[in-house]
């Protein structure tokens, strides 16, 4: 999902040395920024350091994307993908509460139909995160964490959306959680498959597009277990209100993946492994690979 524009234009003169110097002065600053974010988030452990209870699953929805207009709304054996992503979702035991996030009228009729609970957001939204914390400030009721759910993902597993929410449960000095799984060797250098990296205790190290961990050799090491990131993710419910007001970071834009900014500001990120296929539709031509996967499963 598109974060922000390209930061050459502000990262870069048009000299080697005015790059060395701006490049400097945005390094010095974010470390200033992140010294902030880290001395905040001392207070928010503080304050907000209980156990995490009442959970919302959000599925952000949008029509417009440079790869796959209208993408919620495309049928999957006679249902649109957005409903086979709700009914997935509603099967996870730990959600007290599922509904779609949107800023188009067409796919809110269309999961008001099939009686999903749906919250109009704002077209300003520059990703799921954003669109899941407008929502999250528009609902009647409280919650502790937040589900952040691909609407992409027709055959998105239950029990993976358990698992992140007790992940994070059992993490109280994390504000995150997501799901990775075993990154097939023909994925290595494919820069939509994210790869993931974590340390001994289960949290993130980092997130790329690259190949992670990368070898000397500048081959794909067969016994390695490298680990691919699954979209899925939830935060602490007040942490997203933190998140959305925190100002973009390098590496984030560098990379395009806005979990780094979670990252880059100092906070914590759990990491559970999954035994899990990830069957995303991202270009249209993914439509009949799932629908032949479903009927192999006999998912009607």
């Known amino acids: 999902m598109p974060m922000c524009s390209s930061p050459s234009s502000s990262w870069f003169g048009s ?46 929805a949008r029509f417009a994307s440079s790869r796959f207009q209208g993408k919620p709304l495309v049928h999957i054996l006679g249902k649109p993908m957005i409903q086979r992503t709700w009914e997935r979702a509603k099967l996870a035991t730990t ?7 949107t800023d188009d009228e067409k796919i809110a009729d269309c999961c008001r139909q099939f009686g999903a609970d749906v919250i109009m957001t704002s077209e300003s939204c520059r990703n799921g995160a954003e669109r ?12 502790d ?14 029990e993976i959306i358990d698992g992140i ?14 799901a990775v799984t075993s990154l097939k060797p023909e994925d290595a250098y494919d820069p939509n498959r994210v790869k993931c990296v974590v ?19 500048g081959k794909v090491n067969e016994q390695f277990p490298y680990m691919l990131h699954l979209g899925i993710q939830s935060y602490d419910a007040k942490f997203l209100n933190i998140y959305s007001e925190l100002q973009p970071t390098p590496l984030q834009l560098e990379e395009d993946l806005e979990q780094l900014k979670v990252l880059e500001n100092g906070y914590k990120m759990k990491v559970i492994k999954v035994d ?12 009949p690979k799932i629908e032949s996967l479903m009927r192999e499963r006999n998912l009607s």
């Open 15 to 60: 000299s080697s040395s005015s790059s060395s110097s701006n490049k400097a002065k945005l390094w010095i600053l974010h470390g200033i920024a992140a010294g902030v974010a880290i001395a905040a988030a001392v207070g928010y452990f503080t304050r907000f350091n209980k156990f995490r209870t009442r959970v919302i699953g959000i599925i952000p």
């Open 95 to 101: 959600l007290d509460h599922v509904v779609v996030a």
């Open 132 to 143: 899941c914390n407008e929502a999250l400030q528009k609902l009647e009721k409280k919650y």
């Open 145 to 158: 964490i937040v589900v952040n759910i691909q609407g992409d993902e027709p055959l998105v597993e239950p």
């Open 165 to 178: 929410v007790k992940a994070l449960q059992a993490a109280p000095d994390a504000v995150f959680s997501t």
């Open 199 to 217: 340390d001994n205790r289960g949290y993130a190290i980092y997130f790329s597009r690259g190949l992670i961990p990368f070898n000397k050799s």
């Open 276 to 287: 899990h296929e990830a069957h995303g539709v991202d270009t249209p031509e993914d439509v």
